[in-house]
Nanobody, 124 residues
């Protein structure tokens, strides 16, 4: 079992940057593949980015590719999402998620553990 806690959300102007962090406790962090998802009001939760256990493989939604970067620090049990060039349409609650094994990152049902979420608001 792993527990996840997100931090780093906030209010930022369009074009600005934020760095989200996800702190994990529990078993060996490198055993978990990590994902970031987001949910805007009135919309379904959507995939943002994913990273494999040792960071060799990453994946991004087309809407964030080139602006967001996912990373992890297994020594510190953290996964991060650097968000640059933020747009108002990036406004959402951002969740980190974890799972052991599996292929691909884009389906939320593939993840077993979830954080409580952190709000990101981008003003125009």
């Amino acid at each position: 079992q792993v527990q996840l806690v997100e931090s780093g959300g906030g209010l930022v102007q369009a074009g600005g940057s934020l760095r989200l962090s996800c702190a994990a406790s529990g078993r060996t962090f490198s055993a978990y593949q990590m994902g970031w998802f987001r949910q805007a009001p009135g919309k379904e939760r959507e995939f943002v980015a994913g990273i494999s256990g040792y960071g060799v493989t990453t994946d991004y939604a087309d809407s964030v590719k080139g602006r967001f970067t996912i990373s992890r620090d297994n020594a510190r049990n953290t996964a991060n999402l650097q968000m640059n060039g933020l747009k108002p349409e990036d406004t959402a609650v951002y969740y980190c998620a974890a799972r052991i094994g599996g292929i691909g990152f884009r389906r939320d049902f593939q993840f077993d553990y979830w954080g409580q979420g952190t709000q990101v608001t981008v003003s125009s």
